[in-house]
Each structure stands twice: as C-alpha cells, then as structure tokens.
C-alpha cells in the first residue's frame, strides 16, 4: 500500500491553504471555506509542492526518522561467534539497540554471542571490533515468497557495544556522504 502524504499535518503546507482559500475567495467574492481550499490546492498545487519541500526536507535533515535511532545499511563484514563456531553473517543494517543480518544457521533465540565487525577487505580479524550480543529474534528468510536455508537474525549489543557501534555508524556514515 503506498504511503499517502497528509498535507494537513504539514504547517507549512496549511499555510498555503490558506493563502489560496484568501485568494479565491477574494476572486470569487465571498467566503469559500477552509475544506473547498484545501482540496482544490491539493488537487491544483499539491505533488508540485510536495516536490520540491519533500525533496528540501531530505536533503537538510538527514537524522529525521520516526524510529528512535537511524538505522544504516552495515558496510562491514560481521561475524557471529557461539561457544568456538564462527559464522558468517550477511548484514542487513544496523542503529544503536539492533544489529540485523542474514545466517545460514538457526540460532535460538536469548543466546548470547560475540559479534566481530571487520572490514569486509581484510582477511584476518586485524582492526576489528569485538562485542557481546544476544540474539532477539529470529525468522526464516522469504525471497520472493521461497522459503531459503536463511535466517533473519536481530541481535542486541551488550551496553559496552554501543560507544564502539557510535564510531562505525559515524564513520560509516561519513564515508558514505563523501565517496
């Protein structure tokens, strides 16, 4: 279902209902209400409005989501130690309470791990970030409606995880913007 945008929650869209109800008003003579406005201007102005500030509003506020923290697409590589079995995770993105990724094995739920973050080029564990986690949830993996041999894994970092999650997502993040 695609998301519709609401015009009436936004104060600088109202403001312009309000503009074009004064105005066409004036045109017309008499009074022509706030509903009669709104919807003419929707129908008039609206996607071309919605263009342009939507589009402005991406553009400045990087950090505006509904979600208490910003998740980010996890550019490095992760791996997932249980007991001594390190295994090799896909991941999907990150923020500062979850870590989202795909495995090959099914993991139970509550189980703590190690999570390695390294940079997908190297080939040891040299210059890597090692944390506690524990596994929230997991879920079979469905691509196009086939169910895979794949999980969807969500894990939790340890509080210790989150000064080191802060300076990869900023890292991250800021590569991201200047590559």
Do not use: M
């Given at each position: 279902m695609k998301k519709r945008f609401s015009f009436l929650k936004d104060s600088r869209?109202?403001?312009e209902i309000r503009k074009h109800k004064w105005i066409e008003s004036e045109k017309r003579g008499?009074?022509?209400?706030?509903?009669?406005a709104a919807v003419d201007w929707i129908k008039?102005?609206?996607?071309?409005?919605?263009k342009v500030y939507l589009k402005e509003d991406k553009e400045h506020d990087l950090f505006i989501e509904k979600r208490r923290y910003r998740r980010f697409p996890l550019n490095l590589g992760l791996v997932i130690k249980k007991d001594q079995i390190c295994l090799t995770a896909v991941p999907n993105d990150i923020n500062l309470e979850a870590i989202s990724c795909k495995i090959v094995e099914n993991?139970?739920?509550?189980?703590?791990?190690?999570i390695?973050?390294?940079h997908k080029d190297s080939v040891n564990?040299?210059?890597?970030i090692r944390c506690n986690a524990r596994i929230l949830r997991v879920s079979?993996?469905?691509?196009?409606?086939?169910?895979n041999q794949e999980y969807n894994l969500v894990l939790i970092p340890g509080e210790?995880?989150?000064?080191?999650l802060k300076e990869i997502l900023t890292q991250n993040y800021v590569s991201s913007i200047t590559n």
């Open positions: 869209a109202l403001a008499q009074e022509i209400g706030f509903a009669t008039k102005y609206g996607e071309a409005w919605k993991l139970p739920t509550d189980t703590p791990v190690e390695i973050f390294k564990y040299a210059n890597s079979p993996y469905h691509k196009h409606g086939l169910l210790a995880c989150r000064n080191s």
